[in-house]
DNA sequence: TTTATCATGGACATTGTGGGTCTATATTAA
DNA sequence: TTAATATAGACCCACAATGTCCATGATAAA
């Protein structure tokens, strides 16, 4: 259980372009030298990025990727789901076993469909994962980035 | 990104010990059948659970698996960290791109480890999982589905 | 002591997916 | 038109998840 390293690119490069974002367009050289990526397999990644709405991409001369939206409105949750997909941390592979079968038994008689208690717990989790993510975006790590800077400069 | 089936058989197996806990030691082929997977992969799970000290086994005739400790002494994390391993859930493996470089660029001439800031929100997203697995525990799974049997009973 | 019952460990097969490269194609600015 | 750029698809490889099978070892009951 761990996120991909596509999901390390993605952020790192979005980050990248809330940096440069007044400049120009970033193209994929850039990025690709940036993070040490190579073109082909980080491209993939961007094309991901702007399928669901993330990044905008110009092809052409002095093309590249830029926000497609402010980086403040760009979330933790919103890469991690654009690249690891949006299917949840845990499924109950168990539904028609005899197991919730035990745990219901005295309850009994009940047709609906029994819920699997472990999945529910799991789901608690993650709810309260995903709501950590969703406090936490491009900008809140540049703000963090720029404070840091501050603090040295201070301390000199 | 989603915990493996393994898992899934793991902590429903750990139910079934919990809940036949006065009875008896539980043999592989009940807990076979409870569950729906084969002997063999199952041993494997149970094995691991064994190796890290969360269930007992005794072999011969018999014999079978019971829990080391008490069911509301086995936390949800205990059985992922078995099952899963103990790897963070996100490593930046970007340390020495040109990316950290610029989010310090004017901080500068720092020479000790500049830690990833992305990996910074993502370790505390994880710290906020942890502590969230391990306020359930194989015990709060069965009081639930008391507490639920319990209701259906009140509604009868 | 023997034997049936149990768990353990290793070897092996299969499958899917993460991670990655390469090439052809479409689009745009100069 | 041409050079620069993104995009899509065809491949590739390594590795882990899932699973089976078999030999071995430990134990209690007969």
Redesign the interface.
């Known amino acids: 259980?761990?996120?991909?390293?596509s999901?390390?690119y993605a952020?790192?490069a979005l980050?990248?372009l809330a940096?440069s974002e007044r400049r120009h367009n970033v193209g994929i050289k850039e990025l690709s030298?940036?993070?040490?990526v190579s073109e082909s397999y980080l491209s993939k990644i961007m094309s991901k990025l702007r399928q669901d709405g993330i990044v905008r991409a110009v092809p052409g001369v002095n093309g590249g990727y830029e926000l497609a939206r402010p980086a403040e409105q760009i979330t933790?949750l919103d890469v991690?789901q654009v690249i690891?997909?949006r299917?949840?941390?845990?499924?109950?592979?168990?539904s028609n076993?005899?197991?919730h079968g035990?745990?219901?038994?005295?309850?009994?008689a009940?047709p609906g469909k029994s819920e699997c208690?472990?999945e529910?717990?799991?789901d608690?989790?993650e709810r309260?994962?995903h709501q950590?993510?969703r406090d936490?975006t491009i900008q809140?790590?540049l703000d963090?980035?720029f404070k840091?800077?501050g603090?040295?400069?201070n301390k000199k």
């Open positions: 259980m761990q996120f991909s390293k999901t390390d952020m790192h980050i990248h940096h030298a940036t993070l040490g933790f991690i690891e997909g299917q949840q941390l845990f499924e109950c592979s168990n076993s005899r197991q035990m745990l219901a038994e005295e309850g009994a009940r208690l472990v529910k717990v799991m608690g989790a309260h994962l950590y993510l936490h809140s790590v963090e980035a840091r800077c603090h040295e400069a």
